[in-house]
């Protein structure tokens, strides 16, 4: 599940519910998602292997969508989350929504 789905989907991972931040990928995404929700503070949950692996948060009210586009989240040196650092399409964090 990409940014543009937009959808606020609560699951349960593991027994646990949780609010879906993305479905059906690979290790390497499931990795950077979850460094960067944990710097924000977020208890993160993922379950499957290989590239089906499902991640979530505990926070039943987050919304990765409003999150990234409200720049809510940020790295761990602290600069704010662009939609394209989200997407791993740059590592460089600026505000690039509305040149797009």
Known sequence: MSLNKG???VEEIKGIRCT???KGISQTRASFL???????GF???TD???DKITIGVTDLVFNPVIAVYQMRLKTKDGHKVSPAYWEQRTTICKDEYWEV
């Open 20 to 22: 879906i931040v993305e």
């Open 48 to 50: 499957g292997e290989d």
């Open 34 to 40: 979850q460094d960067l929700l944990k710097t924000n």
């Open 7 to 9: 959808k606020h989907i």
């Open 43 to 45: 208890e993160v949950i």
